[in-house]
T-cell receptor, first 117, second 114 residues
């Protein structure tokens, strides 16, 4: 089975631009969670989607948004980029269903490294 | 407030020596506890997890961790470290009703001396 696939692997943008990152979960997984990883703040939860609905959300400004498609692939979008948005963005998928907790088993992708200049 | 503390930012051990990585948490509900490992340029891999029951849990790659409720700790151990264990290790806490949300510690970078 293929793992979690994130594209692109690296991205360079300038301040004020917007960016879209993509995540393809493991086949059969309906939950996708997004995390931001920076040297200063560490790993922080952005949001989770399950069956095309946002189920949980972290403490990030509205510039950070996401969506999930019917095939469970997910995208996250950051608008009006700031220097502080430079980070490794990790996506994780989970096989858990509605009745169980998705954090019990998270499978992470290798991430998208975003640099904002 | 919910938080995870990993007191050691960087640890160096000799190959073949034992290892203990510390983790303390603050969490209001009954926590789920995890240890993840991250190699450079890679995502996170789950080493082990604790939900309930036996407080000593076994994981992959020869790692184990012990949950101590009275000390709010979940320390990771390995009896004999291999050079391939060099990586960054993250302790995390979650709960049943938190979905995909985990709260991570700042990580401990492990270096292994030959």
């Amino acid at each position: 089975k293929a793992g979690v696939t994130q594209t692109p692997r690296y991205l360079i943008k300038t301040r004020g631009q917007q960016v879209t990152l993509s995540c393809s979960p493991i086949s059969g997984h309906r939950s996708v969670s997004w995390y931001q990883q920076t040297p200063g703040q560490g790993l922080q939860f952005l949001f989770e989607y399950f069956s095309e609905t946002q189920r949980n959300k972290g403490n990030f400004p509205g510039r950070f948004s996401g969506r999930q498609f019917s095939n469970s692939r997910s995208e996250m979008n950051v608008s009006t980029l700031e220097l502080g948005d430079s980070a490794l963005y990790l996506c994780a998928s989970s096989p858990a269903g509605r009745g169980s907790s998705t954090n019990e088993k998270l499978f992470f992708g290798s991430g998208t490294q975003l640099s904002v200049l | 407030a919910q938080s995870v503390t990993q007191p050691d930012i960087h640890i160096t051990v000799s190959e073949g020596a034992s290892l203990e990585l510390r983790c303390n948490y603050s969490y209001g509900a009954t926590p789920y506890l995890f240890w993840y490992v991250q190699s450079p340029g890679q995502g996170l891999q789950l080493l082990l997890k604790y939900f309930s029951g036996d407080t000593l849990v076994q994981g992959i790659k020869g790692f184990e961790a012990e949950f101590k409720r009275s000390q709010s700790s979940f320390n990771l151990r390995k009896p004999s470290v291999h050079w391939s264990d060099a990586a960054e290790y993250f302790c995390a806490v979650g709960a049943y009703n938190q979905g995909g949300k985990l709260i991570f510690g700042q990580g401990t970078e492990l270096s292994v001396k030959p």
